[in-house]
């Protein structure tokens, strides 16, 4: 396959979906890019508190992280919205890990964050 986004922002070709299908519940995903099995097929990537080779097993002692988290409870939205939020990042963009300050967000992207917070709060 050549590319990994259609047009339209679509994931169709990022994912390969058939790998992490051992149930109805998928608690991980497979992209061409991702992890490969003797470097041959690509494996399951499985989500927090979840292993196995489909992604299937809960993880007992799994603990919920308060100080940082793992946005997949967004997924189903942001995959029914592909075509309004690709994007392309050319390969030299910010190329580490970490900002002068050695946090791992830019304090602009973190004011931007707490901004957009904000307008979301009930009032």
Same mark, same amino acid.
């Given at each position: 396959?050549?590319?990994?986004?259609?047009?339209?922002?679509?994931?169709?070709?990022?994912?390969?979906?058939?790998?992490?299908? =051992?149930?109805? +519940?998928?608690?991980?995903? /497979?992209?061409? %890019?991702?992890?490969?099995?003797?470097?041959? #097929? $690509?494996?399951?990537?499985?989500?927090?508190?979840?292993?196995?080779?489909?992604? =299937?097993?809960? +993880?007992?002692?799994?603990? /919920?992280?308060? %100080?940082?988290?793992?946005?997949?409870?967004? #997924? $189903?939205?942001?995959?029914?919205?592909?075509?309004?939020?690709?994007?392309?990042?050319?390969?030299?963009?910010?190329?580490?890990?970490?900002?002068? %300050?050695?946090?791992?967000?830019?304090?602009?992207?973190?004011?931007?964050?707490?901004?957009?917070?904000?307008?979301?709060?009930?009032?």
């Amino acid at each position: 396959m050549q590319g990994f986004y259609n047009r339209r922002g679509g994931t169709d070709k990022v994912m390969i979906s058939h790998i992490c299908m =051992s149930s109805l +519940l998928r608690h991980g995903r /497979a992209y061409l %890019d991702g992890l490969t099995l003797d470097g041959k #097929e $690509p494996v399951c990537e499985c989500h927090s508190c979840y292993g196995g080779p489909q992604c =299937s097993e809960f +993880l007992t002692g799994c603990a /919920a992280n308060a %100080d940082s988290g793992d946005p997949y409870f967004l #997924e $189903p939205f942001w995959m029914q919205h592909a075509s309004k939020s690709a994007l392309v990042v050319p390969g030299w963009h910010r190329m580490s890990y970490t900002f002068a %300050d050695q946090s791992y967000i830019s304090a602009e992207l973190e004011r931007h964050i707490r901004k957009l917070h904000a307008s979301l709060e009930m009032p």
